[in-house]
Each structure stands twice: as structure tokens, then as C-alpha cells.
């Protein structure tokens, strides 16, 4: 082969290595305009579920149900809700009490289409501690059997009454669940207000045994859920314990449930 052949050879070959590099450069820059991080080596993140507005801190509550939810019978206003954020956070563990939703009176035919209602939602998404307080007005008449003379009523009564409570009781634990399914959703148990009076002692503490048990069977269907009892701290300290409407705990009532809660909360 002459010299001017080789030449002739090694530019063509010199040409034909150049074009390959351009288009290779031209084909990297369209991958990169239509998918970055393929070409940066990395594989495109899958798209992420949707996060709620705001996440919910692991330790802010909210109290939601009746009357002991809301605190009546504390003089100081603070109940078993905001009792335990204080004895939380005295333990060194950051609390907040967000949203109080206790209404006196309330029963779980009441409280059931509550958990519609979009600002209920809302706030009990943003917790991370639910504590729920609710059957009591089911099972007793509050005081009005003691205070406006009317008959206590009868086991047949209470039979009846727990029967469809319970079924209301299930519906809203299922509700809470699926509203907020990471939040810790706390039960406080009934008690018997009326143990250190001879006509309602034995009927009440059945009553408040068999709706405790169902709670429990209930609340044990979920994950994150607890059961927080309370028969026995009012059982033998009825006096000590309940406010002068002998129903509501006073603010001694309210630390005793408090102080089993924070204790019961795995930290």
C-alpha cells in the first residue's frame, strides 16, 4: 500500500471514529432530557403514596367521647386527657394535647356518625394517641335513677342495653382503625360509680364486667390498641375518688387514670 493510501486510510478511519462519538453524545443527551435519572445511572423512584397534610406526631393526642373524655368532675378542668400529656411529658417524652372531642352525655349511638363528620377525620388523623372514653351513658342513666327518684333498671334493661351498644361500640372501633390505622387508639374501661351503694352495687359490677370484656375481645381484633381498666381504682375508692355528683372522677380520679395510662404506653 503507498504512503498516500494510508493516509487516505487513517482519515477516513480518524473521520468514522468521530461521528460515532458525536452521535453517541447526541443519542446520551435526548436520554437525559427524557428521563434525568436514567441517565444519571440511577432507576426512576415508583411514585409515592399520598401523605396526609400534616403527619402526626407519635405522642400528640386527642381525647375523643363522653363526659370523662371531655374531664367533667375535675375542678381544674384537665382530666385523664391532658393529665397524661403532663405526666408524658414530666417523663421526658414530648407530648401535646391537640383536639378534646368529649361531650358530656354522649353514647355510642351519638358518637358513631361523629366519625363522619370531615373535621373529626381531620383531627383524629393528626394524632398519634387516640384516647377514647365511651359506653357509660349506654349502661347508666348518669345519676337522674339516684337524684329524681326513678327505679335503677332492671337486668333485663341492661341486657338489651349492652346488646346494641356493643354492636355501636364495634362499629366505631372499626371506624377509628380505618381513619387513622397507626394511631395508638387507648379504651379507657368503665367502672361502677354506684359500688358503694347497696342497691346498685351487684347489678352494676355485672354489667361494667361484661362490657369491659367486650371491649376488650373487641379492641384485640386491632393492632395498636389498648384497654386501659379502671374498675378497681373506683371499686374501694369511691369516695376518694368520684366528685360530688358520685358518677364523674374528681381531679384524684382523674390523676389515678392518668398515671395507669402513661404507665400502660410502651415508650
Known amino acids: 500500500m503507498s504512503r498516500t493510501s494510508r493516509i487516505w486510510l487513517w482519515a477516513g478511519l480518524a473521520s468514522l471514529i468521530s461521528t460515532l462519538i458525536l452521535l453517541a453524545g447526541f443519542v446520551y443527551a435526548v436520554s437525559d432530557i427524557a428521563d434525568p435519572s436514567a441517565a444519571a445511572g440511577h432507576s426512576p423512584a415508583p411514585p409515592s403514596p399520598m401523605e396526609p397534610a400534616v403527619k402526626a406526631g407519635a405522642w400528640d393526642v386527642t381525647a375523643l367521647g363522653d363526659s370523662l373524655a371531655k374531664g367533667t368532675g375535675d375542678d381544674t378542668g384537665s382530666g385523664f386527657a391532658r393529665r397524661a400529656v403532663e405526666l408524658f411529658n414530666k417523663e421526658g417524652t414530648t407530648s401535646k394535647l391537640i383536639n378534646n372531642l368529649g361531650i358530656n352525655g354522649l353514647t355510642t349511638k351519638e358518637l358513631l356518625p361523629m366519625l363522619d363528620d370531615p373535621g373529626v377525620k381531620y383531627a383524629l388523623q393528626q394524632s398519634g394517641i387516640i384516647l377514647l372514653s365511651i359506653g357509660g351513658n349506654d349502661l347508666f ?127
Not at 374501694?236 to 395510662?261: K, T, V, W
Request: glycine share 8%; aromatic share 8%.
Open 141 to 267: 342513666d348518669g345519676t337522674e335513677a339516684l337524684t329524681s327518684g326513678q327505679q335503677v333498671p332492671s337486668q333485663a334493661e341492661i341486657e338489651a342495653a349492652i346488646e346494641k351498644s356493643s354492636e355501636d361500640f364495634e362499629k366505631i372501633v372499626a371506624q377509628i382503625k380505618k381513619i387513622n390505622v397507626q394511631a395508638l387508639l387507648v379504651y379507657v374501661g368503665l367502672y361502677n360509680p354506684f359500688s358503694d351503694l347497696e342497691g346498685m352495687r351487684e347489678i352494676g359490677n355485672d354489667t361494667v364486667a361484661r362490657w369491659n370484656a367486650m371491649a376488650m375481645k373487641t379492641l384485640g381484633e386491632y393492632e395498636g390498641t389498648l384497654v386501659i381498666p379502671t374498675y378497681d381504682l373506683f371499686t374501694n375508692n369511691a369516695a376518694r375518688y368520684l366528685s360530688s355528683d358520685h358518677f364523674h372522677p374528681n381531679g384524684d380520679g382523674y390523676q389515678a387514670i392518668a398515671e395507669r395510662m402513661v404507665q400502660s404506653i410502651a415508650r
